[in-house]
């Protein structure tokens, strides 16, 4: 079984994108989850966690939220592999939501202002 739930904040704004191959739509966000547990000088670590949206929860997520919002993901980790502009191979893990959850709410893009 291959699941993953995750609660964490945007890094950065959504944006929409397009795959190169169609006009189907994505938004590739980068969660902040805090770990559960503090070292021994009282500092939390946090990890960054690479989520993938498509489709119209891609445009709900980029119409909804911003930096900072608290968003809860389920999905599954998927690996894959490119070649980079130094010829090497490069590997990614990113988890491809299939579900998720605003954790606190915020006004639509265009009423922030």
């Not at 998927?78 to 090497?88: L, V």
């Amino acid at each position: 079984m291959n699941r993953i739930v995750l609660v964490g904040r945007l890094t950065r704004d959504p944006e929409i994108k397009v795959f190169e191959d169609s006009s189907k739509v994505f938004t590739r966000l980068v969660l902040a989850v805090d770990r559960p547990y503090k070292t021994a000088s009282g500092e939390k670590h946090v990890d960054f966690i690479p989520v993938v949206l498509r489709g119209k929860k891609a445009e709900i997520v980029n119409e909804y939220l911003i930096k900072g919002s608290v968003i809860s993901v389920t999905g599954r980790l998927q690996s894959r592999h490119y070649e980079g502009e130094d010829g090497q191979k490069k590997y990614i893990s990113e988890v491809i939501a299939d579900e998720f959850q605003f954790m606190n709410t915020k006004k639509p893009k265009e009423e922030i202002g």
